[in-house]
């Protein structure tokens, strides 16, 4: 079965970087894009960008450009979402997630999330 | 980028109601419209995709119509593992991939 396996919690101050693993098994990594999604406390979802696992090609979202980096280690089934200059409204739990078909933006699987909080 | 706009933001209903949920969206997207259920604590659930096409091992009391600009989200009758918060979102358009506000559907 598809499982989406990601790292733990983390607690970073304002100014640094966060690197957040997606571990994937149960399907052909390469088949299919990977998405980042992040939920602030008590907020909407709000869709980052996604990754081309086969070629390594990415798609941000605008609000995210020059901060977000993807990328991903075909050897091991796992994308990375990095962010960085972080601030405090950074503060969410961040997904990653699969789509139903490639190139579909119907996300079937999740991630269980990852807490990432910025505080000083 | 499109805006999908959801009504109400959050509701009170009692088990056996039947529930709408509505979604607007700020240009036609054609039947390019998923809903998912988001528990606390928990990733969202994918309900229904391409508008109305119910996703395996979703029960059938979930159903969902619309193309274009309007689209409904219907629960028959709510059971009280539906309490939950409800997204819609769309893939006609991107990116950006967007996402509706919510709608939070509470216990009367």
């Known amino acids: 079965q598809v499982q989406l396996v990601q790292s733990g919690a983390e607690v970073k101050k304002p100014g640094a970087s966060v690197k957040v693993s997606c571990k994937a098994s149960g399907y052909t990594f390469t088949g299919y894009y990977m998405h980042w999604v992040r939920q602030a406390p008590g907020q909407g979802l709000e869709w980052m960008g996604r990754?081309?696992?086969?070629?390594?090609?990415?798609n941000y979202a605008q609000k995210f450009q020059g901060r977000v980096t993807m990328t991903r280690d075909t050897s091991i089934s796992t994308a990375y979402m990095e962010l960085s200059r972080l601030r405090s409204d950074d503060t969410a739990v961040y997904y990653c997630?699969?789509?139903?078909?490639?190139?579909?933006?119907?996300?079937?699987?999740w991630g269980q999330g990852t807490l990432v909080t910025v505080s000083s | 980028a499109i805006q999908l706009t959801q009504s109400p933001s959050s509701l009170s209903a009692s088990v056996g109601d039947r529930v709408t949920i509505t979604c607007r969206a700020s240009?036609?997207?054609?039947?390019?419209l998923a809903w998912y259920q988001q528990k606390p604590g928990k990733a969202p659930k994918l309900l229904i995709y391409?508008?109305?096409s119910l996703e395996s091992g979703v029960p059938s009391r979930f159903s969902g119509s619309g193309s274009g600009t309007d689209f409904t989200l219907t629960i028959s009758s709510l059971q009280p593992e539906d309490f939950a918060t409800y997204y819609c979102?769309?893939?006609?358009?991107?990116?950006?991939?967007?996402f509706g506000g919510g709608t939070k559907v509470e216990i009367k």
């Open positions: 979102q769309q893939f006609n358009s991107y990116p950006p991939l967007t």
């Open positions: 240009q036609g997207i054609s039947s390019a």
């Open positions: 997630a699969r789509e139903m078909i490639f190139g579909v933006v119907i996300i079937s699987y």
């Open positions: 391409d508008a109305s």
């Open positions: 990754i081309n696992p086969n070629s390594g090609g990415t």
